[in-house]
């Protein structure tokens, strides 16, 4: 006998498989919890996700393999899911044992891919989900036969309940190392497969197979996808959902920057003595921190009805009478949630995309999704407007101007998605093809898990990357800078008769000139001159890349009122009407006007976005590309408002 | 599939295997010989929802083109 430490042995490698639907997520977070760790499989832009759980002492790694129909794979997740299957993922072992999460009530698909899946001779469990449901139709499936007729062990789960869960993780410590059995039939086609999966699902449901009733979802489709009062009630639900992102979360993100305020204020009042130092915390780094902290709610509050309206299957009944409308531009039905959600802010919409399984559509949508008019353009749309807009042409083209914003970019959002669908991206799109689920109570805990997951994994990845970039934008506006410029400065505010509103406020203003970000943006200036911009609103522009309503403070600061100004402020309103250009000439006509806003429409300066689709994507390419392409395109398009209206307009 | 009604019920009478897309087609459930029954058309006259082997489908009438079908007289799947 030997005596000594505990033997050491080995994790044991457990992946779950299964149809989309199946329940696979609820029972991958009734197995880890919030232990779950969230990342991408490389270089892709599928979601992995793995936990770690230890039963007796030994320790089970699970992985979430993403949903899939068959082992041949259509969609970039299916072909990460075989791969994950196969054991062919770089930097993960081959799993030991495979669960198969089967939907009870729907037994003749999953079991065609079980049949598929078969094949591979692994250690199997079958994790059978949705029996209550069954029972609830009122038909009774037994389990002994299935197991029998498939030659595996079957555990029923009710997840959310936690019935069952132990005894699956029994089962699974039970089945390593034995090896699965090939079942005696050789299938020659899909069709002989499914003849089996029926012969399989009839011995199991007996004779009510094919007969199950949905008499809920029935009842329930007959009004939510009905040709009038499903549209109705369509734009009732998306309605709500829009405003609660859009006005349920100011409050909110009011809270956190006015939280965000005096622990800046604080904290620069013990880094006074060290200028350098109190400017880069605060207006670098907690500047950074806190725009992070803002998309929070917004975030959180979509999660929450895309975890509820995904749980109810509702989602994919939004998708279907949605589909027509986008398949004008190459997209599907799926795409609705994210776009919509951008109209309130981009930074969840394209975290939304997750809802679509087509890697083409889903990075299309992300690509368009930040043309869609965001809640950050209000504040620069608003000054603008309510300066040269309403005063000159009155209260109702105020209102048109404002809606014409919103369309312009929609209008461009369109042809894009069909370019990028047609031309740039690569793959051929696949046929849309969506399951309905019945319908069911959201579970509460799935919905809690999904909104924790998403906020933490948006703070941790692209929370970073904000974090980082508003540190560099920081830099160029605050260097080159030295005690003599504020000296000199200080001098010329003494001596001279030019008007600002105080001497900070003037030195404010020579220092964002002489920064690093004022000279390029006084370098841009014959760039930008053919939209009409002058190095104030180029640099004002510029600035506004961490965050577009930057874009405000930064022209209070250019224009001699200091950094504390909002949208609705009367004097930067003035400040804009009464500037000049060195010849003298109205700076801000009309037609400047316009093309400002044009720009602010369809340019991409936000960082928080461009590091969304950064973590989303898993490369910095997708983030390039959109970034070049839109600041092109608004370049252009400010160009063309600019040229046309200043020769109508004069 | 192209020219379907709500409520009709039909039979899969042959797929076109040159068409790539067929195999997913027939991955789903829609092999030579099923029955299904047409649920809904969406709203906007496409896609269709469709039912077979138990559960529900949503498939684009022209992305099916290339299934032929045979409508069945009994109203029952």
């Known amino acids: 006998m030997f005596e000594g430490g505990p033997v050491p042995v080995r994790t044991l490698h457990v992946a779950l498989v299964g149809n989309p639907n199946a329940g696979k997520t609820s029972v991958f977070n009734a197995l880890t919890g919030a232990r779950q760790k969230v990342g991408n499989y490389p270089g892709v832009t599928v979601e992995r996700c793995w936990g770690e759980l230890e039963v007796d002492g030994r320790r089970i790694r699970l992985v979430d393999v993403p949903g899939l129909y068959s082992m041949n794979p259509e969609s970039e997740d299916e072909a990460v899911a075989v791969s994950a299957i196969r054991g062919e993922v770089r930097g993960e072992p081959e799993p030991d044992v495979l669960v198969f999460v089967m939907d009870g009530s729907n037994l003749e698909r999953n079991l065609y891919l079980f049949s598929e899946i078969v094949h591979l001779g692994k250690p199997m469990v079958v994790a059978l989900t949705m029996t209550d449901l069954v029972r609830k139709e009122g038909h009774r499936l037994s389990v002994q036969r299935l197991s029998r007729e498939l030659g595996v062990p079957v555990v029923p789960v009710v997840a959310h309940k936690r019935v069952g869960v132990r005894r699956l993780v029994r089962a699974i410590l039970d089945a390593q190392g034995g090896g699965f059995p090939i079942p005696k039939e050789e299938w020659s086609s899909i069709a002989a497969r499914y003849d089996w999966a029926h012969r399989v699902a009839k011995q199991a449901l007996g004779e009510t197979h094919h007969g199950l009733r949905r008499k809920t979802t029935d009842r329930l489709d007959r009004w939510l996808t009905h040709r009038a009062v499903g549209l109705l009630v369509f734009f009732a639900i998306f309605y709500c959902v829009f405003q609660a992102i859009y006005t349920l979360s100011q409050p909110l993100m009011d809270l956190i920057g006015g939280a965000f305020d005096s622990l800046s204020a604080w904290v620069g009042g013990l880094l006074e003595p060290v200028p350098v130092l109190r400017s880069l915390v605060v207006d670098g780094v907690l500047a950074g921190v806190g725009t992070v902290l803002t998309f929070l709610p917004q975030i959180l509050i979509l999660f929450f009805f895309i975890g509820v309206l995904e749980g109810t299957g509702y989602l994919a009944r939004a998708a279907f009478m949605m589909d027509r409308l986008l398949s004008w531009c190459g997209l599907n039905g799926r795409a609705f949630i994210p776009l919509l959600s951008s109209f309130a802010c981009a930074v969840p919409g394209i975290m939304a995309t997750r809802v679509m399984p087509d890697r083409k559509s889903r990075l299309a949508t992300m690509l368009i999704a930040p043309l869609m008019s965001c809640s950050a353009r209000l504040p620069t749309y608003m000054l603008v407007i309510g300066a040269v807009v309403e005063p000159r042409f009155g209260p109702v083209w105020a209102g048109v101007t404002l809606f014409a914003m919103h369309l312009v970019g929609l209008a461009f959002a369109v042809p894009i998605g069909w370019l990028l669908n047609r031309k740039v991206l690569r793959g051929r799109s696949l046929p849309f093809l969506m399951e309905l689920p019945p319908y069911q109570m959201p579970k509460w805990r799935d919905v809690g898990l999904g909104m924790y997951l998403k906020a933490r994994s948006f703070v941790r990845t692209a929370g970073t990357i904000i974090v980082v970039m508003s540190v560099a934008v920081w830099a160029l506006l605050y260097f080159p800078r030295s005690e003599e410029t504020v000296r000199r400065l200080e001098a010329e505010y003494a001596s001279s008769a030019r008007a600002a509103a105080s001497v900070d406020a003037y030195v404010q203003r020579g220092l964002i000139e002489q920064s690093y970000l004022g000279r390029m943006g006084a370098g841009l200036e014959s760039v930008f001159g053919l939209a009409g911009f002058d190095w104030r609103l180029s640099t004002a522009l510029l600035a506004s890349f961490p965050a577009r309503e930057v874009a405000v403070s930064t022209l209070g600061v250019i224009f001699n009122l200091g950094d504390g100004v909002d949208g609705e402020s009367r004097d930067l309103r003035a400040a804009l009407v009464e500037a000049r250009r060195p010849d003298g000439s109205p700076l801000v006509t009309p037609s400047v006007a316009a093309a400002f806003m044009v720009f602010m429409a369809l340019c991409c300066q936000c960082m928080a976005t461009l590091a969304t689709v950064r973590k989303e994507t898993g490369s910095w390419r997708w983030p390039v590309f959109l970034f070049s392409y839109m600041t092109l395109l608004a370049y252009l398009a400010s160009v063309a408002t600019y040229q046309v209206l200043s020769r109508v307009l004069g | ?77």
């Open chain 2, 1 to 77: 599939m192209a020219d379907v009604r709500q409520g009709m019920v039909a039979r899969v009478a042959s797929v076109d295997e040159a068409v790539t897309e067929s195999r997913r087609f027939q991955e789903m459930g829609l092999t030579p010989g099923t029955l299904f029954r047409v649920l809904k058309v969406a709203p906007l006259g496409d896609p269709i929802e469709i039912e077979l082997r138990g559960f529900r489908l949503v498939l684009r009438k022209g992305e099916a083109r290339f299934i032929r079908i045979e409508p069945m007289e009994a109203p029952r799947v």
